[in-house]
């Protein structure tokens, strides 16, 4: 945890006023321009394929594919809040979480490099493995809980973190991992999806990557699809950025302008989700029917008390098992204020049984729950009579 973080009652990390602005009105401004008379507060996205650019190619910008005045306003609104007040950090958007995940990997490892991923993160890393193995990469894999990782840096060039993991939702401790790898000469980079800027600072903790997918809880209205890298290593950025123009996985403008607008309604949307969050675990946590309850807010989480160290907010993901596939299934049928959806952090509350995709090492009555802004006894009352009506 930061010197410049207080703690709230549950005891999970929160900027206080020793770190500038809050964290709500960081939200708010963030990556807006100096205000200009009778312009827009923020402006409208801009549509170029190139720019007016005669003689030598100087200013910021000269080709639609390098940059774009929507993406530099969401790159500082983004490093604003995963960074507040450091000046050496740079951020850089991307057309999807996939691509921003891919960047970092892809630029900086060579063959005969060594990675360590998770082995318990999202379901597209085994892809990703598999692609860094055809590439002559080595990749070691262990689990996100109990810094599982540690056992197997020696060696590595780059060390992945995924805390919370999904959908296990363990949580590790990123500063011991983060110098850890940095005595062996590795890189750390963090997934930080899951708990967004407001919820986690993983620079703060000593990664040199926060990365993460805006398409879920950041952007937060399931319509807009985009992914991030924020680093503070100004040579391994240079390959990011480049690897970036290499492969065009740039985003819209308009998907940059949406993300940008949803910003300023993050510390609101994180706020109500995760409370909410917790009130429908520890409504779960009674029902005899539920196992494996999962929730780093809980005390009683087997991830609670680095959470609370690291985290300033647990996140809007809850993870259970029912009894069989049969239950969860017919349990999910009968939610009338959840949709089914793969996705989650969005508004509308989602859920869905992870088995149904065959990636995941979970049960199959394993559900993940992502709690919406929906009123709190609405939602905790949806799932309880779903489950009392698919008892049996």
Not at 33 to 51: D, I, N, Q, R, S
Not at 250 to 256: D, H, R, Y
Not at 344 to 368: C, K, L, N, Q
């Amino acid at each position: 945890m930061s010197d410049s973080a207080t703690n709230d009652g549950d005891g999970a990390a929160t900027g206080g006023p020793a770190s500038g602005p809050g964290e709500g009105t960081r939200a708010v401004r963030a990556g807006l321009p100096e205000p200009v008379k009778h312009e827009p507060t923020l402006p409208g996205p801009v549509f170029a394929a190139h720019f007016h650019l005669p003689g030598d190619p100087t200013g910021p910008y000269t080709y639609g594919r390098d940059e774009n005045p929507t993406w530099t306003h969401l790159e500082r609104a983004i490093g604003e809040l995963e960074a507040p007040g450091r000046t050496d950090v740079e951020t850089l958007v991307f057309a999807s979480g996939m691509a921003a995940i891919s960047s970092v990997l892809f630029s900086q490892l060579r063959a005969g490099d060594t990675a360590v991923l998770p082995d318990d993160g999202y379901q597209a890393l085994p892809l990703v493995r598999a692609q860094l193995e055809a590439y002559g990469i080595e990749v070691r894999t262990a689990p996100t809980g109990r810094d599982a990782q540690l056992d197997v840096l020696d060696g590595a060039k780059l060390l992945w973190i995924e805390t919370p993991s999904n959908p296990g939702l363990d949580v590790c401790d990123v500063q011991r991992l983060a110098e850890a790898a940095h005595a062996r000469g590795a890189l750390v980079a963090v997934d930080n999806t899951l708990a967004t800027p407001l919820g986690q600072r993983p620079l703060e903790l000593g990664a040199d990557f926060s990365v993460a997918s805006g398409t879920k809880q950041l952007t937060g209205h399931g319509d807009v699809l985009l992914g991030y890298v924020a680093g503070r290593d100004a040579e391994a950025m240079t390959a990011v950025r480049r690897w970036r123009k290499i492969v065009g996985a740039i985003p819209g403008p308009m998907e940059a302008w949406l993300a940008h607008r949803s910003i300023a309604t993050l510390q609101l949307r994180v706020d109500r989700q995760d409370a909410t969050a917790l009130k429908v675990a520890e409504a779960l946590r009674g029902r005899p029917e539920v196992t494996g309850l999962r929730y780093p807010g809980l005390p009683e989480d087997p991830s609670h008390k680095i959470a609370s160290q690291q985290m300033r907010r647990y996140g809007s993901v809850v993870s259970f098992t029912l009894p069989s596939r049969a239950r969860a299934d017919r349990f999910l049928d009968a939610l009338h204020l959840v949709e089914g959806a793969t996705s989650f952090g969005g508004v509308r509350s989602t859920a869905e049984r992870r088995g149904r995709w065959g990636g995941d090492a979970v049960p199959e009555g394993f559900i993940r729950l992502s709690v919406g802004a929906e009123d709190p006894d609405d939602l905790v009352a949806d799932l309880l009579r779903a489950l009392d009506e698919t008892a049996g």
